[in-house]
């Protein structure tokens, strides 16, 4: 053993390892990342789909009335029929042709989430907070394909599942934030910063 926080070794120098296998002591993620953790990484930009599926749905809209992003609900466009619908005692006009879109979107997403989780494994560190958070957001992933698969006309029971996987997956990045916080600062900050302003903009739309 050399210098504190380094290992001698015949070829040089090596870094002591942390604790968090996959980050680097800068607190950066490693520049070339295993095969699992580079797929893990592409299944959550996948998930940035779920924002097409929406916008095909959402030009498909037939109205009047028109959809708007103020006073709809999202799975106001994964509903299946076209006309006056009653969901949850409340009745209300539905009408996107594409509806499938939305939900194909739910359920991509919903996929790609728990992949990610679970591909990524590795990266993060081994704690309860790191732990429960990502299991939190596994959850989340779980919610969305739940929505996709039981639009809110079918079982708007089960369709409400995401709702409860977006608070969770919001509270899961903050627990997962929390855990970095000593082998990567910079990443910890800005993954509890996303989960709180999730949060904010979910119990805004509670409100």
Request: glycine residues 14%.
């Amino acid at each position: 053993m050399g210098a504190k926080g380094v290992v001698q070794s015949r070829g040089g120098v090596l870094q002591e390892p942390l604790r968090c296998s996959g980050l680097t002591r800068e607190g950066l993620f490693p520049t070339t990342p295993t095969r699992s953790t580079l797929l893990g990484g592409i299944s959550w930009i996948v998930s940035l789909s779920y924002f097409v599926g929406q916008a095909i749905a959402q030009l498909a809209w037939k109205g009047p009335p028109s959809y708007s992003m103020i006073s709809n609900a999202v799975s106001d466009l994964g509903v299946t029929v076209c006309g006056t619908v009653k969901i949850g005692g409340l009745s209300g006009y539905y009408c996107s042709p594409l509806y499938l879109a939305e939900n194909a979107g739910f359920v991509i997403t919903g996929v790609a989430i728990f992949l990610g989780v679970c591909l990524t494994r590795d990266v993060w560190p081994r704690s309860k907070s790191s732990n429960a958070g990502l299991v939190l957001l596994a959850l989340a992933g779980v919610g969305k394909v739940a929505a996709g698969l039981s639009p809110a006309n079918v079982d708007l029971t089960i369709h409400l599942l995401d709702i409860l996987g977006i608070f969770l997956g919001n509270i899961g990045m903050i627990m997962v934030g929390r855990a970095l916080r000593v082998e990567a600062r910079r990443v910890a900050r800005f993954t509890e910063a996303l989960g709180v302003i999730g949060l904010i903009g979910f119990l805004g739309f509670l409100v």
